[in-house]
């Protein structure tokens, strides 16, 4: 019981500490112009997302889940994913796509 808190306590944090690294850098690239910054947000939306992955595969790994278990977890989901979820996945795909090629601004 104490390594379920600790992981989802651990990985609280972990996103909140993503989330202000996010922050930081837009703060620190503020001067940027305005193309540079759709750039600069689409980046670090990956970025964050990249991170938060790794976040929840480090508290799974806390739980005592050897990397194995966790690649043909994944391995299924993915199978899942393509076949349930192909419009939305598109969707999100095709969204980070127009983020990069600055068509739309946030």
Known sequence: MGALFFATVGLYFWINIVWAIQ???IY???DADESEMSALEASLTIFRYFMIMLGILLSLNLLGLNNTTIAAITGGLSVGVGFGLREILGNFISGLLL??????HP
């Open 23 to 25: 922050d930081v850098l």
């Open 28 to 30: 620190l690239f503020t």
């Open 99 to 104: 983020l990069f090629e600055r068509s739309l």
